[in-house]
């Protein structure tokens, strides 16, 4: 396999701990008082949307690229996707001012980041055991 078809694969990644996390939400030994369950479940909620079109443009995108452009690209993915936040607060009809609308998007953005680097991090760990596995062979 090459990076580029893992790469595509790896895109789902959120989805699938998404739903892990939105099972474990539903337990009775976990519940929603995990943070870290109920964050990654709030991420889902609030971001599947624009990671939707996200994920839609990079799996095209990446059809036609070399592994070293895919992975230079995905380092940037998480700032790339910051902007597609902007419109969270607005369609989730939270009302309030300005700022509050401002303070929301910033806080998303943090989370974004924390999530997105975390997700490549996971990306990057999964592609070295693959490798380690010879299972996969990068193209020079």
Do not use: H
């Not at 910051?82 to 369609?91: D, K």
């Not at 300005?98 to 980041?113: D, E, H, K, P, T």
């Amino acid at each position: 396999m090459s990076f580029g078809k893992y790469f595509r694969i790896a895109l789902f990644f959120p989805y699938l701990i998404g739903a892990i996390a939105a099972a474990l939400a539903f337990t009775t030994e976990f519940g929603v008082k995990n943070d870290l369950v109920f964050f990654t479940v709030f991420s889902i909620v609030f971001a599947g949307i624009p990671y939707s079109a996200f994920v839609a443009y990079a799996f095209a995108w990446s059809k036609s690229r070399s592994d070293s452009e895919i992975k230079k690209a995905m380092w940037f993915a998480p700032l790339l996707f910051l902007p597609l936040l902007i419109i969270v607060p607005f369609i989730s009809g939270s009302s309030g001012s300005f700022l509050q609308a401002m303070a929301s998007i910033v806080i998303l953005w943090g989370f974004a980041l924390a999530y997105g680097y975390a997700y490549v991090l996971l990306t990057c760990g999964g592609w070295a055991l693959i490798k380690k596995l010879g299972l996969g062979s990068e193209k020079t």
